[in-house]
């Protein structure tokens, strides 16, 4: 049951630092903290920055007025028309299962549905295992070889949905 304190709300530049830690953190515990993912991107330092591009959107997830994680959606380079990605869903150890990423995607799939978009794509490391069956449960399906370019060389799962 979701903690009637949790919240989700627009990202805003007081966030970066504590995303950033959330996002490193997270990458680090799953033993995932290695170049070619979001550990080394130097954009996970400045993402309220990044989001600001046109058709991109971050969402931060509180509890107790505490930065528990988030989600967002970014037009990543070439992809095929229609796509959006689907980035950067993290949540501290203690948020996880409480259906804050469940509502965090939802989130998602409401704005990208709202910009005009049919599918929303995203990459993740096979050792990112809660999250794979998360996206799993909400109908995301895996594909054989990665869309656009997001520089994430390191992440070998990918992943699609059509909404």
């Known amino acids: 049951m979701i903690n009637p304190a949790f919240t989700i709300r627009s990202i805003q530049k ?24 979001v550990f080394t991107d130097p954009t996970t330092d400045h993402l309220n920055e990044l ?5 991109a959107a971050y969402w931060v997830a509180e509890e ?5 994680g988030g ?9 095929p028309e229609k796509h959006i990605e689907l980035v950067k869903l993290y949540l501290l150890k203690g948020a ?13 799939i409401g704005q990208a549905k709202e910009w005009g978009y ?7 490391l096979p050792e990112l295992k809660t999250a794979v069956n998360l996206y799993e449960k909400m109908g995301f399906r895996h594909l054989e070889q990665p869309l656009g370019q997001s520089g ?7 992943m699609v949905l059509e909404v």
């Open 71 to 79: 989600c967002g959606l970014f037009p990543t380079d070439n992809l």
């Open 118 to 124: 049919h599918y929303i794509y995203l990459e993740s």
């Open 14 to 37: 007081s966030d970066n630092k504590a995303l950033a830690e959330i996002i490193r953190n997270v990458l680090t515990e799953h033993k995932a903290n290695k170049p070619g993912t």
């Open 152 to 158: 994430h060389f390191a992440c070998d799962l990918w």
């Open 96 to 108: 996880r299962g409480k259906g804050i990423g469940k509502a965090l995607i939802k989130q998602c």
């Open 64 to 68: 107790n007025g505490q930065c528990i």
């Open 51 to 55: 989001f600001q591009t046109q058709n």
